[in-house]
């Protein structure tokens, strides 16, 4: 008799419920079954409901902060290794506090090291997210990483605009390589944004290396945080006669006034992955789900097939 593989079971954290249920439903499955107890002063126990034993199990859950996203990840880890779970794979289509990936300054800590580390401890046997704040966070697993990226989504989003005198724009320096990325994808200029910090999250100077006159800019970046960036960008460009400027970000955090600011700003449009739930419905927010990207890579591993068509860059 021929040996057949179990299909996996596909479990959710309760932030990516949504997310997950996509996921599994492109998978051509269902979400198992875990419940979640909580005690009184917020302590909280997951339970699979279901067994797991010898099973690849794929468990989705993107770990922004707070910190109780990143802990039902861990707990629910753990809960899977001591059931006997075969195959463990954290599935995180946002890997947080991945902005603290090195020592800035004095006395601060490396989290997103400390993080990988605990992943590790809790059980997990591989790691599936996609476009990491810094690439160099994969070498902090001592387990496979596949590092999916979302150029994979926006880009055919991007040529369906067919927007004349395109440019790709960085909102800073850091993300340049992503920028060149894009315009060598789409074969159109590049510009950069230099800024300079007063602190996390305030921008006290911006300015614009290259030329967006007449011009129809995307400025691309992994994630948007308060939009105090992507808002000044965008009128700095207008400001030196872009004809739009439009925005493409992985990962919408989008925290304090960010939704104000977006308003408010001169951006056509922010467009996002549903990576983490969108609270706030705004007309000049557009979500692209990676459900699709997600479950085929999900299909792939379980079947040990190639993945690396999934990176366009």
Same mark, same amino acid.
């Given at each position: 008799?021929?040996?057949?593989?179990?299909?996996?079971?596909?479990?959710?954290?309760?932030?990516?419920?949504?997310?997950?249920?996509?996921?599994?439903?492109?998978?051509?499955?269902?979400?198992?079954?875990?419940?979640?107890?909580?005690?009184?002063?917020?302590?909280?126990?997951?339970?699979?409901?279901?067994?797991?034993? /010898?099973?690849?199990?794929?468990?989705?859950?993107?770990?922004?902060? /707070?910190?109780?996203?990143?802990?039902?990840?861990?707990?629910?880890?753990?809960?899977?290794?001591?059931?006997?779970?075969?195959?463990?794979?954290?599935?995180?289509?946002?890997?947080?506090?991945?902005?603290?990936?090195?020592?800035?300054?004095?006395?601060?800590?490396?989290?997103?090291?400390?993080?990988?580390?605990?992943?590790?401890?809790?059980?997990?046997?591989?790691?599936?997210?996609?476009?990491?704040?810094?690439?160099?966070?994969?070498?902090?697993?001592?387990?496979? =990483?596949?590092?999916?990226?979302?150029?994979?989504?926006?880009?055919?989003?991007?040529?369906?605009?067919?927007?004349?005198?395109?440019?790709?724009?960085?909102?800073?320096?850091?993300?340049?390589?992503?920028?060149?990325?894009?315009?060598?994808?789409?074969?159109?200029?590049?510009?950069?944004?230099?800024?300079?910090?007063?602190?996390?999250?305030?921008?006290?100077?911006?300015?614009?290396?290259?030329?967006?006159?007449?011009?129809?800019?995307?400025?691309?970046?992994?994630?948007?945080?308060?939009? /105090?960036?992507?808002?000044?960008?965008?009128?700095?460009?207008?400001?030196?006669?872009?004809?739009?400027?439009?925005?493409?970000?992985?990962?919408?955090?989008?925290?304090?006034?960010?939704?104000?600011?977006?308003?408010?700003?001169?951006?056509?449009?922010?467009?996002?992955?549903?990576?983490?739930?969108?609270?706030?419905?705004?007309?000049?927010?557009? =979500?692209?789900?990676?459900?699709?990207?997600?479950?085929?890579?999900?299909?792939?591993?379980?079947?040990?097939?190639?993945?690396?068509?999934?990176?366009?860059?």
């Amino acid at each position: 008799m021929a040996y057949q593989r179990p299909e996996p079971k596909i479990f959710a954290c309760t932030q990516s419920t949504k997310l997950a249920e996509k996921i599994a439903k492109s998978y051509g499955t269902h979400l198992g079954k875990v419940q979640f107890s909580k005690y009184s002063d917020g302590e909280f126990q997951p339970s699979f409901e279901e067994s797991v034993r /010898g099973a690849r199990i794929f468990i989705i859950g993107s770990t922004n902060p /707070g910190s109780d996203n990143l802990m039902e990840m861990l707990l629910m880890l753990d809960a899977a290794k001591r059931a006997s779970a075969r195959h463990i794979t954290a599935v995180m289509p946002y890997f947080g506090w991945a902005r603290q990936d090195r020592k800035d300054k004095p006395r601060v800590p490396i989290a997103a090291k400390l993080i990988a580390k605990m992943l590790e401890t809790a059980g997990a046997t591989r790691i599936i997210t996609m476009d990491l704040h810094a690439d160099q966070i994969q070498g902090f697993f001592e387990k496979p =990483v596949d590092h999916l990226f979302a150029s994979t989504l926006f880009l055919p989003y991007l040529k369906k605009l067919n927007l004349d005198n395109l440019t790709i724009a960085s909102p800073d320096m850091g993300g340049s390589k992503r920028a060149y990325a894009y315009s060598k994808a789409l074969d159109c200029d590049v510009v950069i944004c230099y800024k300079q910090r007063a602190k996390a999250n305030v921008i006290s100077h911006m300015e614009l290396i290259g030329d967006v006159k007449g011009k129809n800019v995307v400025l691309v970046d992994d994630m948007v945080d308060t939009a /105090g960036t992507l808002a000044r960008a965008a009128d700095l460009m207008m400001e030196r006669g872009a004809l739009s400027v439009r925005a493409i970000t992985t990962h919408g955090l989008l925290s304090g006034n960010a939704y104000e600011k977006i308003e408010k700003s001169q951006l056509k449009e922010l467009i996002i992955t549903d990576s983490i739930p969108l609270e706030i419905k705004s007309d000049k927010v557009q =979500v692209i789900s990676c459900a699709d990207l997600f479950a085929d890579v999900m299909h792939r591993v379980h079947h040990n097939t190639s993945i690396s068509s999934k990176f366009l860059m």
